[in-house]
């Protein structure tokens, strides 16, 4: 069974930065591509950005692209969100998960982002 745990979230300003974390367990990781969801209120999971375990080979939603850096370290079964010049549309749960994501049970407990203007 996968457990996901987020972490990093918080509250910022537009034009802040904030580093999300996500420690992944339960699977090989190193053989599995990730990505990072978001869901503001009365939405579903909207991808943000994901990144291949063969290459590292990154893709981004157009909303963040330029914005956001998604990484990972294998030793550490952990992937990361970078989001810098945050604004108050970025508001949201930001979720890590398998890309694309496994079943509606797989999901963590997210890890909320809060932008003021």
Same mark, same amino acid.
């Given at each position: 069974?996968?457990?996901?745990?987020?972490?990093?979230?918080?509250?910022?300003?537009?034009?802040?930065? +904030?580093?999300?974390?996500?420690?992944?367990?339960?699977?090989?990781?190193?053989?599995?591509?990730?990505?990072?969801?978001?869901?503001?209120?009365?939405?579903?999971? =909207?991808?943000?950005?994901?990144?291949?375990?063969?290459?590292?080979?990154?893709?981004?939603?157009?909303? $963040?692209?330029?914005?956001?850096?998604?990484?990972?370290?294998?030793?550490?079964?952990?992937?990361?969100?970078?989001?810098?010049?945050?604004?108050? =549309?970025?508001?949201? $749960?930001?979720?890590?998960? +398998?890309?694309?994501?496994?079943?509606?049970?797989?999901?963590?407990?997210?890890?909320?982002?809060?932008?003021?203007?």
């Amino acid at each position: 069974q996968v457990q996901l745990v987020e972490s990093g979230g918080g509250l910022a300003q537009a034009g802040d930065s +904030l580093r999300l974390s996500c420690v992944v367990s339960g699977r090989r990781f190193s053989r599995d591509d990730m990505g990072w969801y978001r869901q503001a209120p009365g939405t579903g999971h =909207e991808f943000v950005a994901s990144i291949s375990w063969s290459f590292g080979t990154t893709y981004y939603a157009d909303s $963040v692209k330029g914005r956001f850096t998604i990484s990972r370290d294998d030793a550490k079964n952990t992937v990361y969100l970078q989001m810098n010049s945050l604004k108050p =549309e970025d508001t949201a $749960v930001y979720y890590c998960n +398998l890309y694309p994501p496994l079943g509606e049970d797989s999901w963590g407990q997210g890890t909320q982002v809060t932008v003021s203007s």
